[in-house]
């Protein structure tokens, strides 16, 4: 399963000792939340967030997949864009600031968006987050590390080519003030030089789940499901072997037979959890 998923992309190149650490941490999210806590988010929260970064160009289909996965693992959809929309329609402080950035096709200072982020967080009583159309830039990458304490577990990237995403932007009629032209352009021009050096860094670091979207809504959710479906075997699986390891323990001094076949049992564990 795990070699599965990683072929889904040829630019998942990272070593395996990398991922495995990465699943590792990643079991500790979903399970027990002993894992680092992150700063101001979390705190008064029993579970540590399980992160995802759902990033691409404009219109490769981010928020389309975001409401399938919402559907089928339940996380919390953070959009980005979403959320700086609705600062412009609250007419805030930062409002007109904001409004003129995304028209121009530019990028909002990352600390206005990493604390729209931030706050929902916050509210929301779910620990999994989907946060899509986030990190832009290496500047917000770095910003949101700082200011919430945490890196993620999993990174999506929506990979699209140029013309499929103009026909998309400029079909999607939600009467959005970038979805012109002009602006799709200049954004596509942000999106390859600010954009590609944060998915190039998630990749070496193993984190990155290259998704090829192009095809049917249906067709490309069927990428999606097993990167999700694999975290949740694997924490079902750490559960198991949790349990295992504690009955080893206890009856440990109660029968040579019975802990010989549990250590045995262990071991199988351990063998199905790295070939998953
Ligand atoms: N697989 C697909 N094939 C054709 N159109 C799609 C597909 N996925 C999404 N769309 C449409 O393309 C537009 C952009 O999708 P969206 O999810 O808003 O992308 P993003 O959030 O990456 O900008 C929307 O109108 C959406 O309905
Ligand atoms: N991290 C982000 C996300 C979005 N923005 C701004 C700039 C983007 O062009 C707009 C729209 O972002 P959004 O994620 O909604 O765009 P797409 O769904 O990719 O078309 O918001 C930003 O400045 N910083
Ligand atoms: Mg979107």
């Known amino acids: 399963m795990w070699r599965r998923v990683a072929s889904l992309s040829s630019s998942i190149s990272s070593s395996f000792l990398a991922q495995t650490a990465s699943r590792l ?18 705190a008064p929260k029993e579970k540590t967030p399980f992160i995802t970064f759902v990033l691409g160009g404009p219109g490769s289909g ?5 409401i399938k996965i919402v559907e089928t693992f339940g996380f919390a959809h953070l959009s980005a864009g979403d959320l700086l929309r609705r600062e412009i329609a609250s007419k805030s402080a930062d409002g007109a600031m904001i409004l003129n950035t995304i028209k121009e096709g530019k990028i909002v200072p990352s600390q206005v968006t990493v604390k729209l982020i931030q706050k929902e967080m916050e509210l929301s009583d779910n620990h999994k987050f ?19 304490g945490v890196e993620p577990n999993v990174v999506l990237f929506f990979d699209c080519p140029e013309e499929e995403m103009v026909k ?49 809504e249906d067709e490309i959710f069927e990428q999606v499901r097993p990167i999700f479906a ?7 699986s750490a559960m198991i072997l949790s349990i295992q390891l504690c009955c080893f323990f206890l009856l440990h001094f109660e029968s040579e ?9 262990n071991l199988f564990g351990i063998f199905v959890m790295f070939l998953i």
């Open 130 to 148: 989907l946060i899509d159309g986030f990190p832009r830039t290496e500047e917000n990458r770095v910003s949101f590390e700082r200011i919430i």
């Open 25 to 42: 941490n990643s079991w500790e999210s979903l399970t027990t939340g002993i894992a680092q806590q992150a700063k101001g988010v979390i």
């Open 257 to 265: 037979n019975l802990t010989t076949a549990l250590f045995l049992l």
């Open 230 to 236: 694999a975290f949740e075997v694997c924490s079902v």
């Open 168 to 216: 998309r932007v400029l079909n999607r009629n939600e009467g959005r003030v970038d979805d012109n032209l002009e602006t799709i352009k200049k954004r596509l021009t942000v999106f390859q030089a600010l954009s590609l050096p944060v998915i190039n860094y998630y990749s070496e670091k193993g984190k990155l789940y290259t998704i090829k979207a192009i095809g049917t």
């Open 62 to 66: 981010k928020g389309t997949q975001c």
